[in-house]
């Protein structure tokens, strides 16, 4: 009796300690979401204002305002460079898992350390190259480059997720004379659904949220969600609601993606090697 | 003699009377291998061996786009030798850079891996609502960097509206210009908040793969908490730790976002990292490709020495894989 009763208090306590953490971490989203159903006035109030009439009007007016341009550029930046990944990563994991090509080991080194390469070091010449291709604020560079960025990723992932499959399944597809696109399509995609979904999912947030090409490469025409949100760096005054606004739609795919796909999410950010 | 992917089967190549090596089939077989790698493999070979190539390549060249900007890509820049090394040398700007990066690093790190192992600890335990706090607490890790920093400044630290100058009032410290006073210590506030769910996720993988038998029994011969975390649960998920400290820097040393929409590296050169003084001497203005290139080559430099460290750890966890 007393020991459940203890066993509970600590429970309590614990629960309580935790949810205050979870809380401070929390609350700067929380409070994003809030601004946005704000006035101007009230979200630029002194004291803020904490009780007010929640209103849609600022979301109304970034949606329909400048912002869709660049939400969609996000969305095909994005979504084009995850196929890509896609569809050049799996055939490339299953060389390296299935039927592993000689030095798997060295081309799974190589892929992973273009992915450290820091960003910095190629921007020079990517911006060069952009500019004598015509390819400045062109969304066509922002999906090459994604691609670039996150194939590493895609093709350790994918691997890991490969490397479950029984061997016996490819075997037994062999002996009925299976080939390559067969044992793909087959085998390898109903079974890796789930290495698919995870595979996208990092794949989308790094393209989504990546700001650092983006803002460099683009200026107008294909220019990202994070690019539009620089337009309120120097809004001195009455534009934190629609500031907040903007921010919460810019996140909200991610969010989403990554909240429902919670459980892939360890196992994307760490490349397979934690599941 | 072919099947449809093109591989030779040996038997086939038996039956069929023909006489081939095995050497010849061998190679034969390790390109049938290679192929489905082949386009994976050359997209990213091309797309970040020839801009790393460049950099280095422009690295010897003195380039400006302001004085030569129609000059194309290998033709019309003077070959400057070491000279824009040696400018970085003297200039106190690199300097200043490599140090706020290893400081901000560092501290964002550290920081944020004691607090996920701490948060971690918290979510393994017996607490009410496990679920719904994991998935609060992931929410700034997928907030959009640049959402996360505006939000921060402008509604957060704003002397004037912000909340926390608001709260912090009754303590006689209202008011205060957090992000001008303090640059260097809200860009890693910021980039703490964003990195504790990142850490906290591994770490708590790592937490949830422990026995709890283990630590009953230790309890039950009789050791303390700090005792049972010291000898149990740290040995336990350190290599997690580890993965998520290195992963976590080869990331953090890039920090760009926040930087931008915080400081903008500024007051001065405060918040100035190595990839934000590339920006400002190359294409955010100063337009010197030969010079922005050399702080690239030693952003290289930088990464390579932590990234060993990080691919170390990273194969030595596939080889525990391995074993099990």
């Known amino acids: 009796m007393r020991v459940t009763l203890t066993a509970n208090r600590s429970k309590v306590l614990w629960s309580v300690v935790g949810w205050l953490v979870v809380f401070v971490f929390f609350f700067p989203v929380l409070w994003m979401w809030l601004e946005g159903l704000k006035t101007e006035p009230q979200a630029a109030s002194s004291p803020p204002t904490i009780f007010f009439a929640p209103t849609l009007a600022e979301f109304r ?15 095909i930046a994005s979504i084009g460079s995850t196929l890509l990944v896609l569809v050049l990563g799996l055939p490339a994991a299953y060389a390296l898992a299935i039927r592993p090509v000689p030095r798997a080991r060295d081309a799974l080194f190589f892929f992973i350390s273009t992915r450290f390469l820091p960003f910095a070091a190629s921007l020079v010449p990517l911006y060069l190259l952009a500019r004598d291709l015509h390819l400045l604020d062109n969304i066509f ?135 | 003699m072919k099947t449809s992917n093109g ?31 082949l386009p994976a493999f050359i997209y990213v070979f091309l797309v970040t061996q020839i801009p790393f190539v460049l950099t280095i390549y ?34 106190g700007s690199i300097r200043t850079a490599v140090a706020n990066t290893v400081i901000l690093t560092v501290s964002v790190i550290a920081i944020s891996v004691v607090l996920g192992m701490a948060v971690a600890m918290l979510l393994n335990s017996e607490v009410f609502g496990k679920g719904l706090m994991r998935t609060l607490m992931i929410a700034p890790f997928l ?70 038998e283990i630590l009953e029994a230790a309890q039950v011969d009789g050791a ?29 040393v890039q920090t760009y976002d926040s930087i931008y929409m915080l400081t903008f590296g500024g007051p001065g050169e405060d918040t100035t990292n190595i990839p934000f003084l590339l920006y400002i001497v190359g294409p955010g203005g100063g337009y010197n490709i030969g010079q922005a290139s050399a702080i690239g080559v030693v952003a290289v430099i930088i990464t390579i ?14 080889r525990v894989e391995a074993r099990r």
């Open chain 1, 61 to 75: 007016e970034v949606l329909s305002g400048d912002f869709p341009p660049f939400f969609i550029n996000s969305a």
């Open chain 1, 141 to 275: 560079a922002l999906v090459l480059i994604y691609t670039t960025i996150n194939l590493p990723l895609g093709v350790w992932l994918l691997r890991s997720f490969l490397l479950e499959i029984p061997n016996d399944l490819f075997e037994a597809a062999r002996v009925d004379g299976a080939g390559f696109r067969h044992e793909i399509w087959r085998i390898v995609v109903p079974l890796i659904a789930p290495g698919l979904a995870a595979t996208s999912l990092i794949c989308l947030i790094f393209s989504w949220n990546e700001f650092f090409y983006a803002v460099n490469l683009t200026s107008s025409v294909a220019a990202t969600a994070p690019v539009f949100l620089v337009s309120f760096i120097s809004g001195r005054g009455l534009f934190y609601a629609k500031l907040a606004a903007a921010a919460t739609v810019a996140s909200l795919p991610v969010l989403m993606a990554g909240w429902i796909a919670q459980k892939q999410l360890i196992r994307g950010l760490t490349m397979g090697a934690v599941k």
């Open chain 2, 7 to 37: 591989t030779v089967l040996p038997s086939v190549v038996e039956r069929g009377g023909v006489r081939e090596s095995a050497a010849s089939a061998a190679r034969r077989d390790a390109w049938a291998r290679r192929l489905p790698l």
């Open chain 2, 58 to 91: 422009y690295s010897f060249f003195r380039w400006n786009l302001l004085k030569e900007g129609s000059s194309s890509l290998f033709s019309g820049h003077r070959f400057a030798g070491l000279d824009n090394f040696a400018t970085l040398l003297t200039n």
């Open chain 2, 143 to 212: 907030i959009m960097p640049t959402a996360g920093a505006l939000i921060w400044k402008d509604t957060l630290f704003n002397p004037l509206f912000g909340l926390l100058p608001y709260l912090l009032s009754p303590f006689g410290l209202g008011r205060v210009d957090w992000v001008n006073r303090f640059p260097m210590a809200t860009v890693v506030a910021v980039e703490v908040w964003r990195w504790t769910p990142f850490m906290m996720l591994i770490i708590l993988a790592g937490l949830q793969s422990q026995n709890p």
């Open chain 2, 224 to 252: 303390g908490a700090v005792q049972s975390f010291r000898r149990i649960t740290l040995p336990l998920v350190r290599p997690f730790i580890e993965l998520g400290a290195l992963l976590g820097s080869l990331f953090v």
């Open chain 2, 305 to 318: 020495i932590v990234a060993t460290f990080a691919l170390r750890t990273l194969f030595s966890i596939f």
